[in-house]
C-alpha cells in the first residue's frame, strides 16, 4: 500500500514528516502524489487560523474523495474535536514515533487516537537520505519550550521542552554530511533554551562541537526568541564567527512596543532585541537579521503599532515574517476582543512596503561585487545558492552542480534575492 504525507507550517514539522518517512517504509510505498496514495497523512500546523481552516477543508474534500486520512502535527492537540470529526486518525507530534500503530488500527477499520505524554528524544532515529536536487537537510535539537506567551498555541501542541541528546545530534550531523548535505539547518521551536532542561548541554557548546566536524559545509541557526538569545549571544557569535556557519540569525520579536510585549508575556524588552542586533551587526561585516512581528493584537493601540514601525526602521532586519494575529484555542488572548481585519491588513501593507523598500535599498549595494556561494538546490531551470552570510543568489546557468563552492557577480538584485553569475 502506498501512503503520502503533506506537511505544513515550519522546519520542525518537516523533520518530523522525514522521521515519519523512515517508520512507514518498513510496512508501505511512498506515493508520487496524494491521488496515487491509499491513505493520505496531513502533518499539520496551527499557528494562525487562515492555515488551520485550510487544513481542515483539505482533510474533509479527502475524505469526500474516498481516501484515508490521518492528521499529525499540531492541529489534533489544539483544535481535537474537528480534527476527530473529519479524519481516520489522530496523532500528536510527540508520537510520530508510533506512526506504523496509527496506520495499522485505521486499516484495519478502526478509529485512533494516540496522544501519549511520553518524551520522545527524537535524534535517536537516523533519517538514511541522500541530496537529490537539494543539499540541505534539517536537524531538529529539541522539541517544546520555556515560554507562556499569551497568544500561542503551538507550545500546548509541542508541550515542555525536551532538549535532544548532543552526542546523537552531532551522529546525525555527521551521517549527513558523509551522505552529501553540505547544508545543516537547525531547528525547533526555540534553539536558545537547548540543553536549559539538561543542565549538561547547551546551544553554544553543540555549535562549539559542530565546529570541530571535518569537512566544507554551512550551519543555518533557526529561531531563538529574544529573552532567552540574551543569556547565550556573546557565546553564540564567537561560534559562528567560523566559515561553517552562516551569518543568519532568527530572533522573533513580535512587537516593538514594550509595554505589549509584556501583555503578550514575551518575557524581553524591545532594547534586548535591539541589543542583540546590534552584537551581531558588530561582529560580522555582512549578515542576515531576521524576524517575526505580529500585527493586529487585540491589545495593540496605534501608537504601539507606530513603535514597531519605528524599531523596524532602526534595526533594518533583512527578513521580516508579518502575521496578522488570529485568536487560537485555549490561548489566555482567546477570549480578547477582536481588531477589525481592515486595521489589521492595514499595518500588515505598512510593514510590508516598509520591509520591501529596506531590502531593496540594501540588495542593490551588492550588484558588482564578487560573493563565494554554496549551491543548495535546483529548481526547474535555475540553481539557488547562499552567500556566506546566507543571503539568496539566483543563478541562471546549466554548468553548476549542487554542493559546490563557487564565486559568482551580483549582476542584479530583487527585494527578496539576488541575481548572479559564475565567475570561474
Given at each position: 500500500m502506498k501512503y503520502f504525507i503533506k506537511t505544513y507550517g515550519c522546519k520542525l514539522n518537516h523533520s518530523d514528516s522525514a522521521l515519519m518517512e523512515i517508520f512507514l517504509n518498513e510496512n508501505y510505498e511512498r506515493a508520487e502524489d496524494m491521488d496515487s496514495a491509499h491513505f493520505v497523512i496531513l502533518n499539520t500546523c496551527g499557528v494562525v487560523d487562515t492555515t488551520s481552516n485550510k487544513i481542515l477543508k483539505e482533510a474533509k474534500e479527502l475524505k469526500e474523495k474516498g481516501k484515508i486520512?490521518?492528521?499529525?502535527?499540531?492541529?489534533?492537540?489544539?483544535?481535537?474535536?474537528?480534527?476527530?470529526?473529519?479524519?481516520?486518525?489522530i496523532f500528536s507530534p510527540t508520537n510520530i514515533d508510533k506512526i506504523n500503530e496509527v496506520v495499522k488500527i485505521v486499516l484495519d477499520g478502526g478509529k485512533v487516537e494516540m496522544f501519549d505524554s511520553t518524551e520522545l528524544d527524537k535524534?535517536?532515529?537516523?533519517?538514511?537520505?541522500?541530496?537529490?536536487?537539494?543539499?540541505?537537510?534539517?536537524?531538529?535539537?529539541?522539541?517544546?519550550?520555556l515560554g507562556c506567551c499569551s497568544y500561542c498555541v503551538t507550545r500546548l501542541a509541542r508541550r515542555k521542552l525536551v532538549s535532544?541528546?548532543?552526542?546523537?545530534?552531532?551522529?546525525?550531523?555527521?551521517?549527513?554530511?558523509?551522505?552529501?548535505?553540505?547544508?545543516?539547518q537547525l531547528t525547533s521551536q526555540d534553539l536558545a533554551v537547548y540543553g536549559f532542561d539538561k543542565g549538561s548541554q547547551n546551544l553554544p557548546l553543540l555549535l562549539n562541537r559542530i565546529n570541530s566536524l571535518e569537512g566544507d559545509f554551512r550551519v543555518k541557526l533557526g529561531m531563538m526568541n529574544p529573552g532567552w538569545a540574551?543569556?547565550?549571544?556573546?557565546?553564540?557569535?564567537?561560534?559562528?564567527?567560523?566559515?561553517?556557519?552562516y551569518k543568519f540569525l532568527h530572533i522573533p520579536v513580535q512587537s516593538g512596543s514594550t509595554e505589549l510585549l509584556s501583555k503578550m508575556r514575551r518575557g524581553y524588552k524591545r532594547e534586548d532585541f535591539e541589543e542583540i542586533a546590534d552584537k551581531f551587526r558588530n561582529k560580522f561585516d555582512d549578515v542576515i537579521f531576521s524576524t517575526d512581528i505580529i500585527v493586529g493584537h487585540?491589545?495593540?493601540?496605534?501608537?504601539?503599532?507606530?513603535?514597531?514601525v519605528e524599531m523596524l526602521k532602526v534595526v533594518r532586519p533583512e527578513i521580516i515574517h508579518i502575521f496578522k494575529f488570529s485568536k487560537r484555542p485555549n490561548t489566555l488572548d482567546e477570549k480578547l476582543r477582536d481588531l477589525p481585519d481592515r486595521i489589521k491588513k492595514d499595518r500588515s501593507r505598512i510593514i510590508?512596503?516598509?520591509?520591501?523598500?529596506?531590502?531593496?535599498?540594501?540588495?542593490?549595494k551588492f550588484i558588482g561585487k564578487i560573493e563565494c556561494v554554496l549551491v543548495i538546490e535546483k529548481r526547474a531551470d535555475i540553481f539557488l545558492s547562499r552567500t556566506n552570510s546566507g543571503r539568496t543568489v539566483v543563478l541562471r546557468e546549466n554548468n553548476l552542480h549542487i554542493g559546490e563552492f563557487i564565486n559568482v557577480k551580483i549582476v542584479?538584485?530583487?527585494?527578496?534575492?539576488?541575481?548572479?553569475?559564475?565567475?570561474?
Open positions: 486520512v490521518i492528521l499529525g502535527g499540531c492541529l489534533p492537540e489544539t483544535m481535537k474535536n474537528e480534527c476527530r470529526k473529519i479524519s481516520d486518525g535524534s535517536i532515529f537516523i533519517r538514511n537520505e541522500k541530496p537529490v536536487n537539494s543539499i540541505s537537510s534539517i536537524i531538529a535539537i529539541s522539541e517544546g519550550c535532544f541528546d548532543m552526542e546523537n545530534i552531532l551522529l546525525q550531523v555527521n551521517h549527513f554530511l558523509k551522505n552529501g548535505f553540505k547544508e545543516i540574551k543569556k547565550i549571544v556573546d557565546e553564540v557569535l564567537e561560534e559562528m564567527d567560523s566559515e561553517k556557519y487585540p491589545l495593540e493601540t496605534d501608537d504601539m503599532f507606530l513603535e514597531t510590508t512596503r516598509l520591509f520591501h523598500k529596506m531590502n531593496e535599498d540594501t540588495n542593490k542584479s538584485s530583487k527585494w527578496n534575492y539576488l541575481e548572479g553569475t559564475s565567475v570561474f
